[in-house]
């Protein structure tokens, strides 16, 4: 079973950028097709940024597309997502997630096994 912790969430006023990193232990992530959420007050989770098991594909919903890159390093264990040109609206808690049952992963929450406690992402406009 792998245990993620995410960081990098902080205080940034808009226009600025954050890079958020999930961090594994207990197992190797290069089995696994990782995913960023977040949610916000009152709303629902949200897919962000979803990457293949080997890195070769990232995908993204539209609204972070050409501000937001996710990537990954199996051998550091680690996924990251950096966030560019932020808007309030990117103000919410993001979640890194892993999932097996996929190679490619998903947009869809239910489809991820393992979670993160999440961290603060805040924008001042």
């Known amino acids: 079973q792998v245990q993620l912790v995410e960081s990098g969430g902080g205080l940034v006023q808009a226009g600025g950028s954050l890079r958020l990193s999930c961090a594994a232990s207990?197992?190797?992530?290069?089995?696994?097709?990782m995913a960023w959420f977040r949610q916000a007050p009152g709303k629902e989770r949200e897919f962000v940024a979803g990457?293949?098991?080997?890195?070769?594909?990232?995908y993204y919903v539209n609204s972070v597309k050409g501000r937001v890159t996710i990537s990954r390093d199996n051998a550091k264990n680690t996924v990251y997502l950096q966030m560019n040109s932020l808007k309030s609206d990117d103000t919410a808690v993001y979640y890194c997630?892993?999932?097996?049952?996929?190679?490619?992963?998903?947009?869809?929450?239910?489809?991820?096994?393992?979670w993160g406690q999440g961290t603060q992402v805040t924008v001042s406009s």
């Open positions: 207990g197992r190797t992530l290069s089995g696994y097709a």
């Open positions: 997630a892993a999932t097996t049952r996929s190679p490619y992963g998903s947009m869809k929450s239910l489809e991820y096994d393992y």
């Open positions: 990457i293949t098991w080997s890195g070769a594909i990232t």
